[in-house]
């Protein structure tokens, strides 16, 4: 037996194998190939091949292995073992097959729209970006967040954390925006960077909306998010990533009339030096005539069931806008110009229909979405209402409805699913009510699979001056798969409690209570459970506390937090200490702010600790400084920060990044620059990312899908 790999480099998720097997024998042969994959690998005829050979006969037998996107990235072994009818083991051969690194991300906003209005425009505002890895490796990120026209001028948040394979990780903070009073509306960047090179994979934005009486509401769609580049206009780009690395990039987007509508377009293209074809994504041309649009190349729909590649689209909207039809079809490659046979990685197709398309008291929607999935080799259907409706000026609804229906190929069978989300806001006796709600069953091919979670809060100002709130969180996470084994669970049950004093002079402080419960097998394998299925707790009680200043002439402020209290960890009985101390200070362009972290607040975080060895209690640090400042009239901006972070996971870990833009009437210019050290024992990593580009604008107009003009022809015959 011999086997051959033919495998080729434009189809990285199939395994081209031929296995020539010949009876060398004086009989003829019965039995079996038997074919042994690793996981994330499946053979698509089968683990088991029959075979029948005469007296030196050869036959050669292709075999296809696909390969996933859960299997892990380095050599893995395919084994072929070829045994008689009697079971007897004739000839075994091993295959060493290299699983090339899958880093990508995707970062998404939970909420993109967020609405307020005179009721609870007191409330504090909470941004959630969720970060799928849809690779094959486990990767630490950071997630900024960019609040603008605060009280001491535009900050940056960070979160830090890790997403492991094929599942995501929600990233959130909450501010209180009262500078919202003024403006119909404010925007939240917000990107993702991959660590330690600081590599950005994803913006995207989140518009809170004020939406009371005295103001009008504002399409966000227009609107561009963490980017250099603006509409109408050319951005070339160079980046040089560490000593070896080079990226040179093409980007721009916009638009020009017709005589007869108008045409826009957008592109994005880049390449590396050690990348053998360009990357072609974010690139499409659409034409808008009347009430109408087509749209071709890339195409990204953030449904229920989301689809992105190459594609097509069309809408129709009605004359008054209220009611719209949208429809599109999707190739799932997300490089337009790759070499990949179309529909090789899958399609979809999608139809959408809504009634008060810019009504956001009163609105429904009905959705279809088809995926073809070759990996799970399934074929998944997903039809779907989604209602708002404004009952009162105190009572929101919005609610969602989805039922699926999956066909497998592998055992032709049939699963049905359901999805259902309501979300809600309300007052009764003078208590603000917000609540959030979503299930999906374990099966669902909606971008939520297997998940109950329940969010309710309360709130309510107490003895006129005072503010009370409660926060409840509930939720179950465990998805099931046909295609392979899953039997991950993930419970958390998490209450917020607290009261917010009335402030006094320039000072206001508030305690609090906080009760966590976390229930996984996510860790198992890092605590040295080798029970995939035992689930491990961690428990904590914290009180809390936080006072906040503002010096009279508002140019100085500062915040500082502290929580307390005990956990109980998986494998200790006696509950421990757990303490945080964050604290945040700003002067005009200026932002400090820091973190001191004594105990795991996660299981994650007490399982990295327990394989690093460490004995002690789980530490963190973190430092970081901000400054943002525009000069001459707004045309250069200038952003620059470092950080130190030390703990178990991320070690000592120093880093630094400075950009430099300037914004002119007919060009533009930017340069970015970031440089992270990392240091964990014996290993130390040191990364300088530096990137230039240049922008040209275009001459902007104002694109009219209208008729520009009118033809008229008159013929006339006359035959006397």
């Known amino acids: 037996m011999e086997i051959r790999n033919e495998s080729t480099a434009d189809k990285p998720n199939i395994v081209d194998l031929v296995v020539l097997v010949k009876n060398e024998t004086s009989s003829k042969f019965e039995g079996n190939i038997y074919i042994d994959v690793p996981k994330g690998f499946r053979s698509v005829s089968g683990n088991q091949i029959k075979l029948e050979l005469s007296v030196e006969e050869k036959r050669f037998l292709p075999v296809k292995i696909l390969v996933s996107n859960d299997a892990g990235y380095g050599d ?3 084994v072929f073992s070829c045994k008689s009818s009697a079971n007897e083991l004739i000839v075994k051969k091993k295959l060493i097959y290299r699983v090339q690194e899958n880093n990508t991300l995707r970062l998404n906003a939970e909420n993109p729209l967020i609405y307020m209005n005179e009721n609870n425009i007191n409330d504090s505002v909470e941004i959630k970006a969720r970060v799928t890895n849809m690779g094959n490796k486990r990767q630490d990120i950071t997630v900024v967040f960019k609040i603008p026209e605060t009280a001491q001028g ?6 830090k954390g890790s997403v492991d394979v094929l599942k995501d990780t929600v990233f959130s903070f909450k501010f209180i ?8 509306q404010m925007t939240i960047n917000i990107a993702g960077f991959r660590e330690p090179e600081k590599e950005i994979f994803g913006n995207t934005s989140v518009s809170v909306q004020n939406i009371s009486s005295t103001q009008r509401y504002r399409d966000m769609q227009p609107l561009m998010g963490y980017s250099s580049y603006a509409k109408n206009s050319i951005t ?3 980046r040089r990533i560490g000593d070896n690395a080079d990226m040179y990039q093409l980007i721009g987007s916009g638009g020009f009339n017709l005589p007869a509508g108008y045409i826009f377009i957008s592109g994005n293209i880049y390449t590396m030096n050690n990348q053998d074809d360009p990357i072609v994504n974010n690139t499409y041309i659409s034409y808008h005539r009347g009430n109408s649009a087509v749209t071709l190349g890339n195409v990204n729909r953030m449904l229920e069931m989301p689809l992105f590649g190459r594609g097509a689209e069309y809408s129709l909207t009605s004359a008054d806008k209220d009611k719209k039809v949208e429809i599109g079809f999707i190739d799932q490659s997300f490089n337009l110009i790759e070499k990949t046979p179309f529909l090789q990685n899958g399609y979809g197709l999608y139809a959408k229909g809504t009634i008060g398309a810019q009504n956001t008291s009163r609105s429904i929607s009905g959705v279809y979405v088809f995926r073809n999935d070759p990996y799970e080799k399934a074929d998944h259907n997903l039809l779907g209402t989604d209602v708002q409706y404004l009952f009162s000026k105190d009572w929101r609804l919005n609610a969602k409805l989805y039922s699926g229906m999956s066909f497998y190929e592998a055992d032709r069978s049939t699963k049905p699913s359901l999805g259902v989300e309501s979300q809600y806001s309300g007052v009764i006796s003078k208590i603000n009510l917000n609540g959030s709600y979503f299930y999906s069953t374990d099966y669902y091919p909606g971008n939520r699979r297997g998940v109950l979670q329940i ?11 005072h503010y009370w709130y409660a926060n409840i969180l509930v939720s179950d996470f465990s998805p099931k798969y046909f295609s392979y084994d899953y039997n ?5 049950l998490r209450l917020d409690t607290g009261i917010n004093f009335a402030k006094k002079g320039d000072f206001g402080w508030g305690i609090g209570y906080q009760y966590q419960e976390e229930t996984s097998n996510n860790y198992n394998s890092f605590l040295g459970i080798f029970n995939s299925f035992e689930q491990n707790q961690l428990k904590a009680q914290r009180l809390t506390e936080y006072t906040n200043w503002t010096s009279p002439d508002k140019k100085h402020s500062s915040i500082l937090g502290i929580e307390a209290g005990l956990v109980t960890y998986p494998d200790m009985e006696k509950p421990r200490l757990q303490m945080k101390l964050s604290g945040n200070y700003g002067y005009k362009a200026f932002s400090f702010s820091y973190i001191y972290q004594y105990g795991a607040y996660f299981l994650s975080e007490y399982a990295f600790s327990k394989v690093m060895n460490k004995t002690e209690d789980y530490k963190k640090l973190s430092l970081s400084a901000f400054y943002n400042k525009t000069l001459f009239k707004n045309k250069i901006n200038v952003i620059s920060g470092v950080s130190y972070t030390d703990d178990i996971l ?3 870990a120093p880093s630094a990044f400075f950009n430099l833009k300037y914004l002119g009437k007919q060009y533009g210019l930017y340069l970015n620059s970031s440089w992270y050290k990392y240091s964990i024992g014996s290993l130390h990593t040191n990364m300088l990312t530096i990137e230039a580009g240049v922008t040209l604008n275009l001459p902007t107009n104002t694109l009219d899908p209208g008729k520009k003009g009118s033809i008229k022809a008159f013929v006339y015959y006359d035959n006397n």
């Open 488 to 492: 991950t669970r993930s419970k958390n």
């Open 154 to 159: 535009t900050i940056f948040v960070e979160r």
């Open 455 to 465: 969010q309710q809060s309360f709130s309510k100002n107490i003895f006129k001056e």
């Open 177 to 184: 925006p009262a500078h919202i009073l003024k403006s119909t």
């Open 650 to 652: 991320y070690g000592k």
């Open 76 to 78: 893995e072994e395919i």
């Open 236 to 238: 070339a780009g160079y």
